[in-house]
């Protein structure tokens, strides 16, 4: 009679993220607040479980995938507005790992999001009972009121480094603010001036301060069936970022032509 010996071998087990995932989710969870941070939690949370379903790591994923995840959403009965959210926060992330060097490109870039239809004006009783049907699909527990979303807007403007005003009146030239935000992961803030404006047509500003002197001419023009966007930058570094010159260069130019992008993307699909 011969009797097997106990087995010894150990199953490994993968860890649900690399390093420079967690990294990526880490750094771009941190950079947002309040509401704003559950929401995007939320997102992420359900995107990389889908993910880990399909054994797919978070830095191999493709435009197709992504593509495929936001169809499963539309079959499961996620509202247009939900889905375009959550490919919106997706994007968000990966742009953020391209900017920190934790990936080369940016899969989401170029996924179509679903076109958002907007019906008649509700009034205040009906925002309010809309916004709060929404919370509980989102399954967002706290109270949330249309308010809180105004208070939401506000902020993630504040995080995505949309200029605080700090002049009061309309845009025009004169007019200053200032810019917040993070490059090669230190924060800074920047005040600026308009040195140009002319509504639909040209927005030009300079900074008076700040880590660098940054000038931006942004000007629209018609172009076919469309509009042009044509944005020239110019920029003295000092500091620490003279040191990086020719990594804030190439970071720079990337994130201005992600940014354009993802705004042509979300106009022509009507998600704005």
Not at 129 to 142: D, E, P, Q, S, Y
Not at 149 to 168: K, M, N, Q, W, Y
């Amino acid at each position: 009679m011969t009797t097997a010996a106990p087995s010894t071998a150990l199953a490994t087990i993968q860890p649900a993220f690399t390093a420079a995932e967690r990294l990526a989710l880490a750094g771009y969870l941190a950079g947002h607040r309040g509401l704003t941070c559950e929401a995007y939690t939320l997102d992420l949370r359900q995107f990389t479980s889908w993910c880990r379903a399909r054994s797919l790591s978070l830095f191999s994923v493709r435009r197709a995938d992504i593509e495929s995840f936001a169809r499963q959403l539309e079959a499961n009965g996620r509202a247009r507005a939900t889905v375009t959210r959550r490919l919106c926060t997706i994007a968000g992330f990966y742009e953020y790992a391209v900017e920190d060097e934790l990936l080369d490109h940016p899969p989401a870039a170029h996924v179509r999001r679903p076109r958002v239809d907007y019906g008649r004006r509700a009034d205040r009783h009906g925002a309010g009972r809309l916004v709060r049907k929404t919370a509980r699909r989102a399954g967002i527990a706290k109270a949330v009121t249309p308010h809180t979303l105004r208070h939401a807007f506000i902020t993630a403007a504040l995080d995505a480094g949309v200029p605080r005003r700090t002049s009061e009146g309309p845009l025009g030239v004169g007019a200053t603010m200032v810019y917040a935000g993070t490059f090669l992961g230190r924060s800074y803030e920047a005040p600026v001036a308009c040195t140009g404006f002319a509504e639909n047509k040209q927005l030009a500003t300079a900074t008076t301060g700040g880590p660098f002197h940054l000038e931006v001419d942004q000007t629209l023009e018609p172009a076919d069936a469309g509009t042009k966007l044509t944005v020239h930058c110019r920029a003295d570094s000092r500091g620490f970022f003279r040191f990086a010159e020719p990594l804030v260069i190439r970071l720079t130019r990337k994130q201005v032509e992600t940014a354009g992008e993802n705004l042509k993307a979300l106009l022509e699909e009507h998600a704005l």
